[in-house]
């Protein structure tokens, strides 16, 4: 890898300015609105991807949302399982 490369970190893919989708331009003006600029790796990579993949996204998050709100916590739950299981043996 040259000096080139690392002081011009171009991106692989273009970037799409103007999505043909209602949905990816919904996402566009809500992140600029939020951040004061659509974000390169929406521009790169989502405005890419099916949306069935957005639906996924929203479904994990949904899911752990409901699992905070309920008290739900994996990463503690495997961790008190982990600290559990060494202090048995």
């Known amino acids: 890898m040259n000096a080139k490369n690392i002081t011009n970190p171009d991106t692989f893919l273009p970037p799409i300015e ?4 209602l949905i990816m331009k919904l996402a566009y003006y809500f992140t600029r ?3 004061g600029k659509v ?3 929406l521009k790169v990579h989502s405005a ?8 996924f996204y929203a479904k994990i998050g ?5 699992m905070t ?5 994996i990463h503690s739950d495997m961790l008190c399982d982990i600290n559990r299981q060494r202090k048995a043996a």
């Open 18 to 21: 103007k999505p043909k989708s």
């Open 33 to 35: 609105r939020q951040f």
């Open 39 to 41: 974000l390169t790796p």
């Open 48 to 55: 890419r991807l099916p949306s069935a993949f957005g639906l």
């Open 62 to 66: 949904k899911l752990d949302n409901q």
């Open 69 to 73: 709100n309920i008290g739900l916590n």
